[in-house]
């Protein structure tokens, strides 16, 4: 049970870099009992998955699309997932969203029960 609030989305130029964040809360005590992803979803078309990271921050996988560019973190004790986004390309402009799992795979979308809001990247040329 955890409720997740995304931000630091916004329209930036090719070639930049944005930090979204993901800040959790709720009645769960222990924010390291979730594992976190963030999936992205463009117009016309379903979530993609773009990154995940382990309950206990060892474990990171991402998105083919993202590799090499996107980093996932996490701090704990201040319940907050961050995605550092650089090298942007326009084909990055989607909504952005957070989610929470406690159990089963990376990226598999069903495991992930809590979602954000979602935070909105518009990237230029």
């Known amino acids: 049970q955890v409720q997740l609030v995304e931000s630091g989305g916004g329209l930036v130029q090719a070639g930049d870099s944005l930090r979204l964040s993901c800040v959790a809360s709720?009645?769960?005590?222990?924010?390291?009992?979730?594992?976190v992803g963030w999936f992205r979803q463009a117009p016309g078309t379903g979530r993609v998955f773009v990154a995940d990271?382990?309950?206990?921050?060892?474990?990171?996988a991402y998105g083919s699309s993202v590799k090499g560019r996107f980093t996932i973190s996490r701090d704990n004790a201040k319940n907050t997932v961050v995605l550092q986004l650089n090298s942007l390309k326009p084909e990055d402009t989607a909504v952005y969203y957070c989610?929470?799992?406690?159990?089963?795979?990376?990226?598999?979308?069903?495991?992930?029960?809590?979602w954000g809001q979602g935070t909105q990247v518009t990237v230029s040329s």
């Open positions: 990271l382990g309950r206990n921050g060892d474990r990171t």
């Open positions: 709720g009645p769960e005590p222990n924010f390291s009992n979730y594992a």
């Open positions: 989610a929470a799992r406690t159990g089963g795979l990376p990226g598999t979308m069903t495991d992930y029960k809590f």
